[in-house]
C-alpha cells in the first residue's frame, strides 16, 4: 500500500490536495504519496520558524540533547531509514546503511558542537587611547536559516544543514529534493519525539521552482544554504542580493595516479570510488589522469577491479552499483558517452544501458573538450587520460570551472606535496580518490563548486554572526 507522508510546519502535520507522487526508483512502483506545499504553507512554516526562533531558543545544554536524541533515533531506526532511502534514491542498501551511519555521526558532532560556540578575546588595549578597554567577541546564531537540498544524500545532506543549524541556535525551513522527500519527512518524525520545540524544524515539500522560489523570496530568511547544481547555485546567487547565501554546487573530480603510485591499490581504490550510487556522488572519481608509463597496466587492473562491481537491484545486499535516479538522467548520460565515442574516445568498459541502469563505463581516447570530460557527468562513467609530464597535467586539470575535491596516487612525497599545492579544490586525498568524507571535516568546493564550508564546527562558523563587545573600564 502507498504511504501518505504529509509537511511539518510548527511541529504540526499539515495535509494539502496537492500531491506528488514518489516512486521506487529501481521498480518504478508508486510507494508514496507526499503533500505539496502551496504559498500559504510556505508562509506558515516561514512565520512558525521565525516566532519559534524568538521565542522558543534552547539553552545549548538542550540543543546538545535534543540534537543527541536524534542521532540515537537514526540508529535505533537504522533499517527503516536504510531502506527509505534505497527505495526512493535507488540506492544500493548497503550504501544507505552507511548514509544513516554518517547521519547520526553529523548530528552527534553538532550536539557536541552546541557545547562549544565561543568567540575570542580582542587586545583592543594594544590600540593608542584604548588601554582602558577590554573585548571579546560572541557568537549569535543568525534567525531563521533557508536550506535547500538535493536528491543525492537525502538524509546525510539534510543533517548537514538542519543539525548544524540547530546546534547554533538558529530555526530552519527545510525543503528536500522533489525526488526523495520522505527521508527529511521521517526525520521530522525524530524531531518530534526528540522534544524539539515546536517550529524549530519546518519542511517543506514542491518543486524548487514554487517552493524554493517562494522561500528565497522571504526577507524573513536570514541565511541560504543550498547544495545542488552549480546552474541552480547561480540563479540563486543572482537571487539573494546580500543575503548570506551558502553554495555547496557541483564537481568533475580529478585523480592522478603517478607512475610511483601503488598501482594494485590504486586501481582498487578507483574501482570502488567511481561508481558508488552510480557516480552520483559530487565528489565521485570523473577524471583519471594516468602516467603514460603506468597507463596500460592501470587500466587492465582497475578493468579487473570494476568487473567484480554487482550492478543491479538495489535492495540486494551485494549490489554496489544501483539505477541512476531517473531513466532520463541514465539516456543523457548514455548519449555523452555517445558523442564522446563519435568524437574518437573508446569504451574500455561497460556503455550500456537497460532502463535507468547503466553500466560502470570506463573510457579512453578522450578529448578534454567532450563533456565525459569537462562538464559534471553525474553517472558511472570515469575517463581515463594519459600525462607524461605532472606540472602539464596539473595545469590541464586546473581548467575546470569546478574544484571540490581531488585525489593524487603516489609513493614520492615531493610529487604529493606539489600537488597539495597546486590542485586547485577544496580539499585534495593523498593515497586516496577524491571520493573521502568523514562528517567531521571541512568540506567545500573553490570555483563554481560553491563557497563556505560543511561539517557541523564550520556549518556554526558559517551560521553564526561574530558580534563584537567592548568594555570601557575608565
Ligand atoms: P538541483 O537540480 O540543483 O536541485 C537541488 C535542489 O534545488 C532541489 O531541492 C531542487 O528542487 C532545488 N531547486 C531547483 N530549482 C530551484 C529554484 N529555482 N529555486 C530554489 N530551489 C531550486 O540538484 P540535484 O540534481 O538534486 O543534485 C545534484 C547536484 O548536486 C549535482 O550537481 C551535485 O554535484 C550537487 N551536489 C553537491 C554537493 C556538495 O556538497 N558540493 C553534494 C551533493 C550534490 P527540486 O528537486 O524540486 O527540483
Known sequence: MKQQYQLYIDGKWINTDDKLEIVNKYTQEPIASVSKASETEVYQAVTAAQKAYKEKAMN?????LVLKKVSELLIENKEEMAH?????????????????????????IAAEEAKRIHGEGVPVEAAPGSENRMAFTIRVPVGVVGAISPFNFPLNLVSHKVAPALAAGNAVVLKPASATPISAIKLAQFFDRAGLPAGLFNVLVGSGSTVGNQMMQDERISLFTFTGSAEIGLKLKQ?????????????????IVDKEADIEKAAANVAQKSFAYAGQVCISVQRLYVHEDVFETFQERLVEHVKQLHVGDPNDPKTDVGPMIAEKEAERAEQWINEAVKGGAKIVHGGERIGALLQPTILSNVHKNMRVVCEEVFAPIVSMISYTDLDACIKELNESPYGLQGGIFTTNLDTAFYAARNVEVGGLMINDASQYRVDLMPYGGVKNSGNGKEGPKYSIQEMTEE?????NLS
Open 239 to 255: 537571487q539573494t542580493g546580500l543575503k548570506k547565501l551558502i553554495l555547496e554546487l557541483g564537481n568533475n573530480s580529478p585523480v
Open 60 to 64: 545549548p545544554y538542550d540543543r546538545y
Open 84 to 108: 527509505c532511502i534505497s527505495i526512493e534514491a535507488g540506492k544500493p542498501i548497503k550504501q544507505a546503511e552507511n548514509e544513516v551511519e554518517r547521519s547520526a555521526q553529523t548530528f552527534e
Open 467 to 471: 558580534r563584537l563587545i567592548v568594555l
